[in-house]
């Protein structure tokens, strides 16, 4: 066997080595713990219809009691589904629970009542992922 045949076939060598690992590393991240962000989709879809309600100029009562309902139910799974124990990272999602809690108990039915109830959970949110993401 020369020099260039034996290059060559170190390179294709190489290149099989390479595939095979690249698989292995994608399917390893693939194979990650899929409930964080399935949560955080979840809250995402039911603030964002909520939004949606706002610009639309359409908040039914019935629709904002599921949408803040759900919300609140959700947030319940983030200290779990995230495992942190961090207190900063704790206090954030108790202060999201709190938050949603009033917006559930002041039962909003209009768009201004919403708007007003949804603020504070707006903002808790953004504290967390400005601390966290």
């Known amino acids: 066997m020369d020099f260039s045949m034996r290059a060559i ?4 060598l ?8 690249t698989v292995n590393v994608v399917g390893a991240l693939n194979a990650r713990n ?10 995402n879809y039911h603030l964002g219809a909520l939004k949606q309600a706002i610009k639309a100029k359409q908040c039914k009562a019935v629709d904002i009691q599921r949408h803040l ?13 995230f495992g942190m124990t ?8 108790e202060n999201l629970q709190t938050r949603l809690q009033h ?6 039915s209009d768009c201004t009542a919403l708007t007003a109830a949804i603020k504070p959970v707006g903002e808790a ?3 967390c992922h400005q601390r966290y993401r």
């Open 86 to 93: 961090e207190k900063p990272f704790l206090d954030d999602a």
């Open 34 to 43: 899929p409930m964080p962000r399935a949560v955080m989709v979840t809250m």
């Open 103 to 108: 917006a559930l108990q002041a039962a909003p």
């Open 9 to 12: 076939l170190l390179l294709v």
């Open 125 to 127: 949110c953004k504290t």
């Open 69 to 81: 309902a759900r919300l609140q139910s959700t947030a319940t799974d983030i200290v779990p589904v």
């Open 14 to 21: 190489g290149l099989v080595i390479g595939i095979i690992g």
